[in-house]
């Protein structure tokens, strides 16, 4: 028997005993996590999702945290001043062990989730924000007039540090990392290579976090 699973938007063929090498999952060493999104399950008698099986899971011991192999990228811009750049990157991975394929009972199977590292610190935010957004909707419209007005003269990130003087940080890019609930340079002195990979595909900042050398300059400001 055989699944298709997907995680870290790419598909994966497993059986049971198969080694898989993903995205980076939030997750130790030896614990055992749940893929929940199964496209196909194979064997004698076939099933294909729409998109997903229901209650099927593919369960995998996580053997290691590792890094992909270096990649080189070169990029020259001729019409720049002759401006070229080296830049090197491993991609973040998770070593498992497929151990269980599950056709049914996986709401009930107790184990843990498997989720991207990335996913993990916007999970909170979200779900603390529900029971504000019901809320909201449950006062009435006249008395949310004020709180308008209030929220409009009040400055966008109170207590924030000041983030334009990192280097290569204007107020437009400012403005994207308070959204992204980035206030402080403790905040991006702590950043993991992690959090550094995720806050560049989420706010497309091609590498200038390590380019300009943010971590070490807020470690210095925040002192």
Sequence with gaps: MFAVLK???????????????VEKLAA???????????????GDVPVVGSPRVDDAAVQAEVID?????KTINFVKRR???????????????????????LSSGADAS??????????VASAAPVAAAKPAAKAKAAAPVAAAKPAAKAKAA??????ADDLKQLSGVGPALEKKLHAAGVTSFAQIAAWTDADVAAMDEKLSLKGRTEREGWIA????LAN
């Design 7 to 21: 995680t870290g938007g790419k598909q994966y063929k497993v059986q049971s005993g198969d080694l898989l090498r």
């Design 28 to 42: 130790d060493a030896g614990e055992t996590v749940q893929f929940n999104e199964i496209l196909m399950l194979g």
């Design 154 to 159: 009040a400055p966008a990130v109170a207590g």
């Design 217 to 220: 300059q807020a470690k210095e």
């Design 65 to 69: 945290q590792i890094k992909g192999p």
């Design 79 to 101: 019409r720049k001043h002759s401006s070229q750049r080296t830049k090197g990157h491993r991609q973040q991975l998770t070593l498992l062990r497929v151990t269980d394929i």
């Design 110 to 119: 107790g184990i843990k989730a498997a989720v991207g590292a990335g996913s």
